[in-house]
């Protein structure tokens, strides 16, 4: 799988922890930055990695920030985008199974890197289970053009 990889200066620690799983995992990842630990503004991450996701270039997102909050507001405003702040391993799951989430959003400020490891796993494991969701996420996405 392809993976879009991004954070902001808060969250360059785990984004490298995460880059070391993904490759474990057999994933081939992009990052999207930052790369240091200037202060970057999060908002032009989150959008750099929401399109590379839209585009069908990456299948999945995963987007670090201080809390995860800033940047999955950020990347929910790119159509097509249904990012999902998860802090524990089945929110990361569900995110996937019931939500057909195309962006993880992380809090490295909130979370350590073992748990945040576990939901990337839990997270790439999952796949959407369709069914009753399907008609959810329709309405979902009915709320981006109405």
Do not use: W
């Not at 270039?57 to 702040?85: D, E, P, Y």
């Not at 391993?89 to 569900?94: D, F, L, M």
């Not at 289970?129 to 329709?138: A, I, K, T, V, Y």
Request: proline share 1%; with cysteine.
């Amino acid at each position: 799988m392809h993976v879009a990889l991004g954070c902001d200066h808060r969250g360059l620690g785990l984004k490298q922890a995460i880059s070391g799983i993904l490759k474990e995992m057999g994933h081939e990842s992009k990052d999207f930055g930052c790369y240091n630990a200037s202060s970057v503004d999060y908002p032009d991450i989150a959008r750099d990695v929401a399109k590379a996701v839209t585009s069908g270039q990456f299948a999945q997102g995963i987007l670090i920030c201080g809390t995860g909050i800033g940047m999955s507001m950020a990347a929910n405003k790119v159509k097509g985008i249904r990012a999902a702040l998860c802090g524990d391993a089945i929110s990361g799951s569900k995110a996937r199974q019931h939500n057909d989430a195309n962006i993880l959003c992380l809090g490295a400020d909130i979370i350590g890197e073992e748990l945040t490891l576990d939901i990337v796993r839990a997270y790439l494991a999952t796949d959407f289970e369709n069914g009753r969701h399907s008609r959810r996420l329709e309405k979902v996405h009915a709320l981006e053009t109405n």
